[in-house]
């Protein structure tokens, strides 16, 4: 039996009076890769941004029904404290051009006013930029600006910077979708690398990056949880039509 | 000729009209000024007497003058126009509320500068002079003070515009990085906003200063014309431009005309070193 980090139940999200998820209730499970794939439009995104309230960032949206991480039902908690626990990886990489490298990994503690000793916070960074697999390629160039890294070297400091506050779930809004092949394959490994470390939540419009990474699978389709089931099993025998029709090409 | 060709043509001779005028204008007060510059040469630098009736002519008052107005306008109206700019681009974007305040700010650089050089005289100086009155300094109520609340007043529209657009300009990814990461929205304006636009914020906030090193009308009015070097900054002093303002009609020989060319010229030279020097800064720190 898998442990449940986080219960999604009858959870619908509105933009004004467009749902955009509609009634969605699935598990995400403790150390597992949880894709959610879809055509675009689908509502995965708006799904994935209400894990950790992002959404609340946009002008009039309105939720009903529940999300747990744990026990807790986290409307329940300020979004401060949520966003701490579940970390999240954006479609562009988006390291702050104003902080060197090693900020930017520290960038969670310092933008919060938490102050930290000097070795504590080497600690840190060195931990995260490895976990990241970023350490090697950057561990002389600490202190310069992260700007002039690659693509996906960029992406992967964002990961360290994600996974610096040791969060419970990291959230991955398509994460490869700007990187060249090459990078995306180390996003990849990287992905499957983590996954002892943290629960990961990964939004894709690539389905065989979801069948190569995932261990549970989502489809959704406008907005609608169509199916949600262990990957393999989704990928060789889908129950629904639609899934089907999705994964042979048929749409989407 | 294709049509693209006469456009660039075009365009070149409205820059080079520019430039000859931009020449021109600073020929025409080298020239002016040549008298006074060979008859006082340095000394038009460093004297502080300017005593027109016996023949002496120090521009170190309104030079000081000039620079000690602009910047404490600089100092006072800064916070005003980042908390402007802050308010209207972080936190009202949209609604009644922010459309009044913006066009309300706008309206405050359309005002003409006598105007406010009235507004200052019928209400800040009585203002100020009761507070000189409270400090127990000469109540002349007008002065540098004076000069520079109205002066900071009259820059706000312009640093306040501008720094709200720059802060518009900073990606919304990098503010949701922030967010993500559990950030409020003060320590997102503070760790990314800011630090962001930080050259930005300084170009707005040096136009602003080169309007008031420029601006005459109101400060004449206010500053209380005084020739001498100031003491205090509730002092009675005068600028560059107020003086010129002042004094041209009066000015019939002519070594005293010159002099005020002079000035002129120097007024030019101290903006256009200003605006070098901050162009400079603005490159060295906005580097990423």
């Known amino acids: 039996m898998e442990s449940r980090v986080l219960e999604i139940k009858d959870f619908s999200m509105y933009y004004g009076d467009t749902k955009a ?14 894709a959610i794939m879809g055509p675009s439009g689908c509502g995965k995104t708006t799904l994935l941004r209400s894990i950790n309230r992002m959404h609340e960032l946009v002008a009039d949206t309105r939720t009903t029904g529940e999300i747990r991480l744990y026990d807790t039902e986290i409307h329940s908690i300020s979004p401060i404290v949520l966003r701490r626990k579940i970390g999240m990886v954006f479609q562009r990489p988006n390291p702050f051009p104003t902080m060197s490298i090693y900020d930017n990994v520290i960038a969670g503690y310092k933008l919060n006013g938490i102050r930290l000793k000097r070795a504590d916070r080497d600690i840190i960074v060195e931990d995260s930029l490895k976990k990241a697999a970023l350490w090697e390629e950057v561990k002389d160039k600490l202190h310069r600006k992260g700007t002039f890294l690659s693509g996906g070297q960029q992406q992967r400091l964002c990961v360290a910077r994600a996974l610096a506050m040791k969060p419970e779930i990291l959230l991955l809004d398509e994460p490869t979708s700007a990187l ?8 990849e490994s990287l992905i499957e690398e983590l996954k002892i470390y943290v629960t990961m939540v990964l939004v894709t419009h690539n389905m065989s990056q979801a069948a190569r990474v995932s261990d549970y699978t989502a489809f959704l389709f406008l907005g609608e949880l169509v199916e949600y089931g262990q ?15 999705y994964l042979t090409g048929k749409f989407g | 000729m294709k049509s693209d060709t006469v456009f660039k043509y075009v365009l070149h001779l409205i820059a080079v009209i520019i430039l000859a005028l931009l020449s021109l204008i600073f020929i025409t007060l080298f020239v002016n000024s040549l008298p006074s510059i060979k008859s006082l040469g340095l000394k038009f630098f460093i004297s502080t007497r300017w005593n027109p009736v016996k023949g002496e002519f120090g521009a170190l008052p309104f030079l000081v003058g000039t620079l000690i107005t602009s910047f404490l306008a600089l100092i006072i109206s800064t916070p005003f126009s980042l908390s402007i700019a802050v308010f209207l681009s972080e936190y009202f974007k949209r609604g009644a509320l922010s459309s009044v305040i913006r066009s309300g700010v706008e309206l405050l650089s359309g005002i003409p500068s006598v105007i406010y050089g009235f507004w200052g005289l019928f209400v800040l100086v009585p203002v100020i002079r009761n507070l000189e009155l409270k400090l127990h300094v000469p109540p002349y ?8 609340l109205l002066l900071a007043i009259m820059i706000i529209p312009y640093s306040a515009s501008i720094i709200r657009e720059v802060m518009k300009l900073v990606p919304a990814d990098l503010k949701e990085a922030a967010y993500s990461l559990g950030a409020t929205r003060f320590e997102v304006l503070k760790g990314v906003v800011i630090p962001y636009s ?3 914020i300084t170009a707005g ?15 004449t009015m206010v500053i209380g014309n005084a020739n001498v070097l100031p003491t205090s900054i509730f002092a009675p002093s005068n600028t560059m431009a107020s003086i010129i303002a002042n004094e041209f009609s ?8 010159s ?18 020097i901050s162009r400079w800064v603005i490159k060295r720190t906005s580097k990423v």
Request: aromatic fraction near 4%; proline fraction near 2%.
């Open chain 1, 231 to 245: 990957t393999q099993k989704m990928f060789t025998t889908p129950e629904d039509k639609r899934t089907e029709e």
């Open chain 2, 205 to 219: 906030l040096i136009l602003a200063l080169g309007r008031a090193l420029g601006e005459t009308m109101a400060v």
């Open chain 2, 198 to 200: 930080k050259s930005g």
């Open chain 2, 259 to 276: 002099s005020l060319v002079e000035l002129g010229l120097l007024l030019i030279v101290v903006s256009a070193a200003i605006n070098i």
């Open chain 2, 141 to 148: 109520g007008v002065g540098i003070f004076t000069a520079s």
């Open chain 2, 250 to 257: 009066e000015a019939v020989d002519s070594i005293y005309l």
């Open chain 1, 21 to 34: 998820v509609d009634n969605i209730s699935m598990d995400v499970y403790k150390n597992k890769v949880t």
């Open chain 1, 180 to 187: 060249d092949p090459k990078a995306t394959t180390k996003i």
